[in-house]
């Protein structure tokens, strides 16, 4: 008996969207695409994808309708702007948003969209950069109704290696916050640390090799230290921008809920340090010339 599968309608196509919607069409959905700048659509029309003109017209045969936008402020004009998802949706139909977002933010967009439309909201950011996207091996973290999380598994399964439920709508988003603060905090760290290597005359290309396995290693170690040391700083895998918006979030969460995150804040300010310097479009890497001595 053959099945056929369910038509997706995808928002978003920047340095994460593209890669899923890639991986997307090649598990064999049919995908409907917008972007604010419909240029970035071009890669994907040539492998199949169609484009519309609005938001609202994801909905009109979509299923599934998925987002992967810069904030909160973007998931609100795509949804509820004019000619928002919010005038195409209907009961039925499912909103995944991978995007990272305030948590209370997401629990009333999610409760407004439905109320007006009968739409559900599943909030699913992810971490794993743009490598993981390429090769479909994101963590996923829902927030949401499990009936919800259970339809979209068969679809998300083709963009993560792992799709975690956390709880209700919203939940995702404050699970992304936590993986946000270890990774922003751990990224200032390493650059530190090659900093130092640096000075102290120690090839800090080697400090990646050296701690691997111990209880220093980690992925970000794995991938930054070499790229600091190296000051190999494209192509851009993801923003400094982005790292601050979410640190930011994650300060303004912490105050909402009477919780002290002392090094979140810190890490805000120095990022932000860095990113007034010119470099909120570079990759994160680049922190590692905030730390080193200035060579004249």
């Known amino acids: 008996m053959s099945t056929t599968m ?3 309608a995808f928002a978003g196509i920047g340095l994460m969207g593209l890669p899923m919607c890639r991986r997307l069409l090649a598990a064999g959905y049919p995908l409907t695409l917008w972007n604010r700048n419909a240029d970035k659509c071009l890669p994907l029309l040539q492998d199949g994808c169609q484009r519309v003109q609005t938001p609202a017209e994801l909905c009109r045969d979509a299923e599934l309708v998925l987002l992967c936008l810069a904030d909160t ?3 609100r004009e795509v949804v509820f702007g004019e000619g928002g998802i919010v005038e ?7 909103l995944i948003d991978f995007s990272s977002l305030e948590p209370a933010a997401t629990r009333e967009m999610a409760s407004e969209l439905l109320a007006r439309t009968g739409m559900h909201w599943m909030d699913a950011p992810v971490s794993g950069g743009t490598p993981g996207a390429e090769h479909g091996t994101l963590a996923i973290m829902a927030g949401g109704r499990h009936a919800d999380i259970e339809r979209a598994r068969p679809v998300l399964q083709h963009l993560g290696q792992r799709l975690t439920h956390m709880g209700d709508v919203g939940a995702g988003q404050v699970t992304k916050v936590c993986n946000q603060m270890i990774v922003a905090c751990n990224a200032l760290v390493i650059a530190e640390v090659v900093a130092l290597a640096e000075r102290s005359g120690v090839d800090a ?7 691997a396995g111990g209880f220093a290693d980690s992925k970000p170690l794995q991938i930054l230290a070499p790229q600091m040391a190296a000051s190999q700083f494209e192509p851009v895998k993801w923003h400094v ?13 912490a105050q909402q809920q009477g919780s002290a995150a002392p090094m979140t804040g810190l890490a805000a300010q120095l990022m932000r340090l860095h990113g007034v310097q010119g470099n909120l479009a570079r990759d994160p890497s680049t922190l590692v010339d905030m730390l080193r001595e200035q060579r004249q």
Do not use: N
């Not at 195409?88 to 499912?94: K, S």
């Not at 921008?241 to 969460?253: E, I, Q, S, Y």
């Open 6 to 8: 369910p038509a997706l």
């Open 88 to 94: 195409g949706a209907r009961p039925g139909q499912l």
């Open 241 to 253: 921008r982005t790292l601050l918006k979410d640190l930011d979030g994650a300060v303004k969460l």
């Open 73 to 75: 402020a973007a998931v």
């Open 205 to 211: 290309s080697l400090l990646a090799p050296a701690l």
